[in-house]
């Protein structure tokens, strides 16, 4: 089992739709981050939590520590919203420090918003 | 992308060869990182380095070594390169366990 799961895999919606993307992990964590990867390949860090919910214009992530769950929607979506949506996780192990230096990621969620 | 550049862009390669990715950043952070990204799979963490002159080994560091002589520059090297090496490579830096900003990805095709 992958250490951290995101569904869906891929989502199509219409513009103006909500939308939620889920990221569930196994281990305890940190942090979460999650990232947004453009067609054309450029990969952008848009919320680093560790507790609640951050909020930044149309974009809301929340996080539930308890049930190791976090979910990213998107209000009004918008076709230049489309991109993969990634989510990835900062162990709390203190076992090693090395692994609490590095992010485990998900595989993503390729999202097509259709005007 | 802002201040993360990685050098080449796109690169062929046949099974062999050697090549060096170079990462250079301006904005003086002290971590660095090398992420490949192949199809259906999450970023992979290769190798990093939490500070000029050190480096450790990530996720899938075999095949790859790499080098951080300067603080700004974070060199990635294939000494023979193999068709599984075939992938996209991101480097990305921070400040310490915080955000992590991404270069704009180097294509490697190794036939």
């Known amino acids: 089992k992958n250490e951290v799961e995101q569904s869906p895999q891929n989502l199509t919606a219409q513009e103006g739709e909500f939308i939620t993307i889920n990221c569930s992990y196994s281990v305890g964590i940190s942090a979460l981050h999650w990232l947004q990867q453009h067609p054309g390949g450029g990969i952008v860090s848009l919320f680093m939590?560790?507790?609640g919910k951050k909020k930044h214009g149309r974009l809301i992530a929340t996080i539930n520590i308890q049930e190791k769950h976090s979910s990213l929607h998107i209000t009004a979506s918008h076709p230049r919203d489309s991109a993969v949506y990634i989510c990835?996780?900062?162990?709390?192990?203190?076992?090693?420090?090395?692994?609490?230096?590095?992010?485990?990621f998900g595989s993503g969620t390729q999202l097509t918003v259709l005007p | 992308n802002a201040g993360v550049t990685q050098t080449p862009k796109f690169r062929v390669l046949k099974t062999g060869q050697s090549m060096t990715l170079l990462c250079a950043q301006d904005m003086n952070h002290e971590y660095m990182y090398w992420y490949r990204q192949d199809p259906g799979m999450g970023l992979r963490l290769i190798h990093y380095?939490?500070?000029?002159?050190?480096?450790a080994k990530g996720e899938v560091p075999d095949g790859y070594n790499v080098s951080r002589l300067k603080k700004q520059n974070f060199l990635l090297g294939l000494e023979s390169a193999a068709p599984s090496q075939t992938s996209v490579y991101f480097c990305?830096?921070?400040?310490?366990?915080?955000?992590?900003?991404f270069g704009p990805g180097t294509r490697l095709l190794v036939l």
């Open positions: 380095s939490v500070g000029e002159g050190t480096t």
């Open positions: 990305a830096i921070s400040a310490g366990v915080r955000t992590q900003y």
């Open positions: 939590l560790s507790s």
């Open positions: 990835a996780v900062r162990s709390s192990s203190i076992i090693s420090s090395g692994s609490a230096r590095q992010l485990t």
